[in-house]
């Protein structure tokens, strides 16, 4: 099997090109060290090649199932969540009197990256607990975080997030469920959730669900959603497991990927009373889910990095073994064939993925170290950094979730016939990547988000932040011209586009002003992975000239990569500028009708 990550791009990534390694400096890590961390990774790569690489294609093969009444798994996802848990990942963030490690932020996020690329359906269990339980510490009273979130941190109880119906999906200012209030100070939920992921399935003693509901007499619209724990199993004041909760599970939706998660219709109230819990204050239900939904957005994008450089590493591994054709200059047919990767089409697809998962990587973590710069870095900075953060949210996920895909298509095509088979895993890291671009917001979403809002947030302060950070990096670099020349055109052009849509909004009116919305998506995410490139380049370029061997043929990749970024995909900015900056109705004026 080929490996699903590159320990050594991991340990480039987190401490050539970020500066994991002071992170001991700040008192919350103090207990640390590099080897703390290093002795953190290797055990996630152990567990995850041992338990969870281990039954992914089984698990694609045997789909969830319902046995009278309950939801089968492969038997290997029990234990995986199992050594999951035994490892402590599920609390390793969390302060040490909570049973957990305090790990940094970007730490967790290397180590779920392992999860993610060796298995995404049975690390999803694990996501979506964790973050369940992260809204919980910031949200729920310390009642409810002793009863429901201490459960989940120890990994023996699971959680989820309720948000989508059957008739709303992305829409939720247009849910119905409703919450009504009872004598105890709780609340009746009934309602429909859908596409509910980790939903129903018997690897806990609990499902902890975090749902989205409205309680009688609230205003219309996304004022008026509430946030309620609901239990799948009512839990007693001694934090003991009771009676079943009628959370009913209604169906399982069956995936064209993903299919170790299972993805549930549940019916709350069905065949009885559905017991649930007010989460802070009254009508703030969507202000606090947005904690987990944006959390989940970094996630899905690092999920659909790890599966893109899954299918990175199997078409590589296949393209140095794979013997094919001869040079074009040989002109003798009898002469010995050689590898594919000496072709020069092959090493351009070869390339593109490079440049694309190991730029998103980049991205991944440098989002997961301003979490960290948040919480524990310097208190002047911290707005700026939320700002940034907020304006590359939609970034981290849609930038690696589209081309992920595109990753994954060349990585078939490197492989040729045996690519689209299912004796290799490839295909299936193309089935499971496609649901990225969907869940936790679409590119549509996460477009109108960054034009309608993140930009201008504040003034323009986090777009001015992303700037000056970016010209710093170019003005710091040494050498490199062709990427930092290309990377300054982009910038440039990023700038003048948002400068002309966002002048011309008043006039445009809300509709025409984000029919274009994709495009800055598209425009910002390469400037911003270009901008990625520039700073792995610059640490390899400083690096190289005592690196000897593998280290030194690692630094030139990297450097060639870059190289290849600035070349192939910058030059795709100008066209997606000057579309977002003439307001071009082309979308928008198309009829239903004429289609």
Known sequence: MAPFLSKRDLQFQLYEVLDTASLPSRPRFAEHSRE???DVLTLAYNVADKYFANHAREADLNEPHIVDGKVQLVPGVQAAVNAFRDAGFFSAHHDEA??????PWVVLQAVQAHFQAANVGSSGYAFL?????NLQREFASGVQQAKYMMPMLEGRWFGTMALSEPHAGSGLADITTSATPRDDGQYNISGSKMWISGGEHELSENIVHLVLARIKGAPAGVKGISLFIVPRYRVGEDGSVGEPNNVVLAGLNHKMGYRGTT???LNFGEGGETVGELVGEVGRGLAYMFRMMNEARIGVGMGAVMLGYAGYLASLEYARDRKQGRHASNKDPLSGMVSIIEHADVKRLLLRQKSIVEGGLALGLYASAIVDDIQTGPEDQKADNELLLDLLTP???SWPSK??????SDAIQVMGGAGYTRDYPVEMYYRDNRLNPIHEGTEGIQGND???????QAGGRGWQVLLD???ADLTASEGLDGLRAALRTAIDECQSAFQTILGKAPQLGPDVFLANANSALEILGHTVIGWMWLRQAAAAARALPGARGDDADFYRGKIQAAHFFAVYELPKVKWQADLLASADTTTHDMQGAWF
Do not use: C, F, P
């Open 395 to 397: 970034l981290v996920k």
């Open 450 to 456: 960054l034009l309608g809002r993140k930009l201008s």
């Open 98 to 103: 909570l049973g957990g490690l305090q790990l």
């Open 129 to 133: 607990t964790i973050g369940n339980a």
């Open 263 to 265: 993805n549930t219709l």
């Open 469 to 471: 950070k970016m010209k």
């Open 36 to 38: 703390v961390y290093d």
């Open 403 to 408: 081309y992920s895909q595109e990753a994954l």
